[in-house]
């Protein structure tokens, strides 16, 4: 089974400061790596989604940077707000695929220090 | 606005009972998936469909049983076989890498 890697398990940050979260793939094949978030109680929702023709996207305060060759992808929450906290996960697949068993990273709870 | 329907939104099972988890999308997405989420814990793969009428075990399938006799609906069955069934449930669908998931049923064992 192939393995995806999420770290940290847990992370504490200050408000206004930058929270980073990696994950790590191992099937070459991947070619699109999305980050979801989940808040309590509710289901995940897709964050934001890089392909591996660019090494990094920004959608507001979420980037995410992309090392084709460490086979790492990382999501950066500058300006880390109280209303971030919350669990993330990435699961890295193949966007041709009609279907198949993606891996989720293991997630990271997030939480923001007001 | 598209998305995945899930009902009801708490369930509460007795021992021995078999109870089913209702999941609709109108997403038109040919693939679905339902995952089962423990407190504090990541996503475990229960069942998963590419197409009507055919599904695919996933890595905790013992205890559940699905159906996709239509593209729009994928029911999970827990059935009396699971024996520790109190979790959170959550139904999704794929369409291009990416997931777009339903609010969740959580179950409890009473």
């Not at chain 1, 995806?4 to 790596?33: H, M, R, W």
């Amino acid at each position: 089974q192939q393995q995806v890697k999420q770290s940290p398990q847990s992370l504490i940050v200050q408000k206004g400061g930058i929270s980073i979260i990696n994950c790590a793939y191992e099937n070459t094949a991947f070619d699109y790596f999305p980050w979801y978030q989940q808040f309590p109680g509710k289901g995940p929702a897709l964050l934001i989604a890089i392909r591996p023709d660019v090494s990094e996207k920004k959608e507001g305060r979420f980037t995410i940077s992309f090392n084709k060759s460490a086979k790492q992808f990382s999501l950066h929450i500058m300006d880390s707000q109280p209303g971030d906290s919350a669990t993330y996960f990435c699961a890295p697949n193949w966007s041709h695929s009609s279907a198949s068993k993606i891996i989720f990273g293991s997630g990271t709870r997030l939480s923001i220090r007001p | 606005d598209g998305g995945i329907t899930q009902s009801p939104k708490y369930l509460f099972r007795k021992e021995g009972q078999n109870v089913t988890l209702s999941c609709e999308q109108n997403l038109n997405h040919d693939a679905m998936y339902w995952y089962r989420q423990d407190p504090g814990q990541g996503l475990r793969l229960i069942y998963y469909s590419q197409i009507v009428n055919d599904f695919q075990k996933g890595d905790i399938a013992e205890g559940y049983s699905v159906s996709r006799e239509k593209k729009e609906s994928f029911p999970l069955t827990v059935t009396s076989a699971q024996k520790n069934p109190t979790a959170f449930y959550l139904c999704a669908s794929l369409r291009d890498g990416g997931y777009t998931f339903g609010s969740g049923t959580r179950l409890t064992v009473v």
